[in-house]
């Protein structure tokens, strides 16, 4: 009994289980990496281009400059 007992306590340690652990780990991993990802397109989507803002150009700098 004791023996059995222990046994299932082995089997969901994960310092002693490496089938679990690594899956664990790679569950956690995952997770990380997807969070990560959402985290950046979300950091994006919020700091979006607003569109062309409205500059005022001295008519001397243009590409055919006008001279008083």
Same mark, same amino acid.
């Given at each position: 009994m004791q023996e059995n007992h222990m046994d299932t306590l082995d089997k969901k340690d994960l310092g002693r289980n490496w089938? /679990? /652990? /690594?899956?664990f780990l790679f569950h956690v991993q995952l997770f990380a990496i997807l969070a990560f990802v959402m985290g950046g397109c979300y950091g994006l989507y919020s700091m979006k281009y607003k569109g062309k803002p409205k500059v005022d150009v001295p008519e001397s700098t243009? $590409?055919?400059p %006008? $001279? %008083?």
């Open positions: 089938v /679990s /652990s /690594s899956r243009q $590409y055919t %006008k $001279y %008083k």
